[in-house]
């Protein structure tokens, strides 16, 4: 079994920061691709932001130059680090991976957390 925990969510003022983070743990044999997403109520899921094993990264451009992606592969977690928040980022965030798990050799992407809660608000 594989879980992905987000945490770093919370209560920032508009124009505010916040670091994201998500830790794999389980049996796993290792972590390819990492990824963003972000999904609020009655609105199709988005994906925010993707970094590869080898450490390319992708944006979706709206968002690209206030979000960074980062990963300690070391410490099997992801990152996000969010700046200049305004309301329509008040969303629930998702870190899922592209994971092999232990006892296999294809890659799963069906591994997903509950979840870490961004609200801006003043």
């Known amino acids: 079994q594989v879980q992905l925990v987000e945490s770093g969510g919370g209560l920032v003022q508009p124009g505010g920061s916040l670091r994201l983070s998500c830790i794999v743990s389980?049996?796993?044999?290792?972590?390819?691709?990492m990824r963003w997403f972000r999904q609020a109520p009655g609105k199709q899921r988005e994906e925010v932001a993707t970094?590869?094993?080898?450490?390319?990264?992708w944006y979706r451009p709206s968002l690209k130059g206030r979000f960074l992606i980062s990963r300690a592969d070391a410490k099997d977690a992801v990152y996000l680090q969010m700046t200049d928040l305004g309301p329509a980022d008040t969303v629930l965030y998702y870190c899922?991976?592209?994971?092999?798990?232990?006892?296999?050799?294809?890659?799963?992407?069906?591994?997903w957390g509950q979840g870490t809660q961004v609200t801006v608000s003043s």
């Open positions: 970094i590869k094993q080898g450490g390319n990264v």
């Open positions: 389980g049996n796993f044999r290792r972590i390819d691709d």
């Open positions: 899922p991976a592209d994971v092999v798990p232990f006892g296999s050799s294809s890659v799963s992407s069906a591994y």
